[in-house]
Each structure stands twice: as C-alpha cells, then as structure tokens.
C-alpha cells in the first residue's frame, strides 16, 4: 500500500509564493508522480505530472508560473508556485502511478487572497 503525505500549504497574497512537498512511503524512482487540485463543487484539476526520467508536464494555467520535481532518493517530489492567484485557490493533491493503479494523498488547502 503506497501512503502519501502532501505538506507545505497555507494561505498567501495574490503575487507570492509556495512550496508544496509530497513524501511516499515507499520508493518513487520507477513512477509517475503529480499533483492535481480541486475546489469544492468543481471537478478535480490537472496540475502537473514528471515522469520517472524527469520529464514534466504542466496545465495551461500554471505553466511558466508552477515547476514540479523530484527527490528520488527523499522520495518527494514538490511543487514549486509563483506569482500565485486566487484562482488558484484550492485543495492540492499529489498522486503516484504504479503498476496501473492510482494513489492519492489526502490533500493540503492553498488559500490566496488578499
């Protein structure tokens, strides 16, 4: 059974900063991993994926302001967020793919307003 642990969210002004971190419980090198965020009463949102080579990819609304990686050997991968929005307001989940199946973390609230 994979866990996830998502850490690192909060509220912050339109303009600044966060750091979002997602820590699996188990070895991440072989998998697929990203984030997703959803809003109550709004469907669920792609983010941003990276591939086990490191590759990304990213939704049009957070492209060039959002940057995913990974810690292979911490086995994390984070979410880095600039010149936030309030639009980008919402619940952030991490997931991992592996072996066909999804996994979910339980989410971390971003709040940015002012």
């Known amino acids: 059974q994979v866990q996830l642990m998502e850490s690192g969210g909060g509220s912050v002004q339109p303009g600044g900063s966060l750091r979002l971190s997602c820590t699996a419980s188990?070895?991440?090198?072989?998998?697929?991993m990203g984030w997703y965020r959803q809003v109550p009463g709004k469907r669920r949102e792609f983010v941003a994926l990276?591939?086990?080579?490191?590759?990304?990819t990213y939704a049009d609304s957070v492209r060039g302001r959002f940057t995913i990686s990974r810690d292979n050997t911490e086995r994390t991968i984070s979410l880095q967020m600039n010149n936030l929005e309030p639009e980008d307001t919402a619940v952030y989940s991490c997931?991992?793919?592996?072996?066909?199946?999804?996994?979910w973390g339980q989410g971390t609230q971003v709040t940015v307003s002012s």
């Open positions: 997931y991992q793919r592996k072996d066909g199946l999804f996994y």
């Open positions: 188990g070895s991440i090198i072989y998998y697929l």
């Open positions: 990276i591939n086990d080579d490191g590759s990304t």
